[in-house]
């Protein structure tokens, strides 16, 4: 079964939000699996679907229609009641806006164990699980203090914690450093890397910054509501692909259409999903 090997998969997911007498199409017939314990980012411009995509699978929008699957949860159907269940157990959120992500009447201990007053644990077995937490993330100067009294980025990383509270096997990020500098960009997206590897939390994080490329080991590029690329990352080089859909549609990522052109001999890879740009796309001279 899919849902058995994939900790996320979707198919032919589309999302459609009503104006007044108007539709806007958000996603248009989204194909995307990610395996339990990856590290990915999904990279887009503003109205690329990304975020709308994000939100899904966090339970917050309904999918108008497709299939869309986290674990055990079929997100089409899923009712009010099983939203909330669903948000408790399989996944941790951050926002972008770090007001979203803590208390600012609640120090920073005490915002870690709040998801977690919700949970059947004892108070001394959720202090216990917050020094956890705080030590795991390297809190423990800033423990007592409110959000008002830390940088931004140790705000953030705050917030991981608190999304990591009842110890999600999801991760999902909405821009976690669209308002920080490079430098704390880095030290959060460290952060989740190493959630990543030690916890195993299968981590997804939406951003319109391409070089979170370079912190994740693979990257889908969205554009009008569609996948239209997707980079893989080793340790020895990056190749990026561009994406056939279930439909059979290829979309071309428009920065390499611009610069590039399709040679007559293309090559499907072994999965016959994926087109190498490496193998078909030649540099214009």
């Known amino acids: 079964m899919l849902e058995d090997k994939y900790h996320i998969s979707c198919t032919g997911l589309y999302k459609i939000f009503k104006v007044s007498d108007l539709e806007v199409v958000a996603l248009r017939g989204v194909d ?62 951050v926002w972008q806006q770090t007001g979203k992500n803590l208390v600012p009447y609640l120090d920073v201990f005490s915002n870690i164990e709040l998801p977690m007053m919700a949970s059947e644990l004892s108070g001394k077995e959720r202090k216990l699980k917050v020094k956890e937490l705080i030590e795991f993330l390297n809190l423990d100067s800033i423990s007592t203090r409110l959000p008002e009294n830390i940088s931004g980025g140790e705000q953030q990383i705050a917030a991981i914690a608190v999304a990591l509270a009842n110890q999600p096997p999801l991760l999902l990020a909405d821009e976690p450093t669209g308002e920080l500098d490079d430098e704390t960009s880095d030290m959060v997206l460290e952060k989740m890397r190493y959630v990543n590897k030690n916890f195993g939390t299968t ?81 214009k001279k």
């Open 32 to 93: 995307l699996a990610i395996e339990y314990g990856e590290l990915l980012s999904i990279v887009g411009a503003s109205g690329s679907g990304k975020s709308t995509l994000l939100n899904i699978l966090a339970g917050y929008e309904s999918p108008s229609a497709g299939d869309v699957n986290v674990g055990e949860f079929d997100l089409l159907g899923i009712n009010q009641k099983e939203a909330v269940e669903y948000r408790k157990k399989e996944v941790g959120f």
């Open 203 to 283: 981590v997804v994080i939406v951003t319109h910054d391409p070089k979170i490329e370079d912190h994740v080991n693979r990257s889908i590029g969205m554009r009008d509501g569609k996948v239209v690329k997707e980079v893989l990352k080793s340790r020895r080089s990056k190749n990026e692909y561009v994406v056939i859909d279930s439909f059979g549609g290829v979309q071309i990522p428009q920065e390499i259409l611009s610069k590039s052109r399709i040679d007559s001999k293309a090559s499907l890879t072994s999965d016959k999903s994926k087109i190498s740009l490496n193998k078909i796309l030649k540099r």
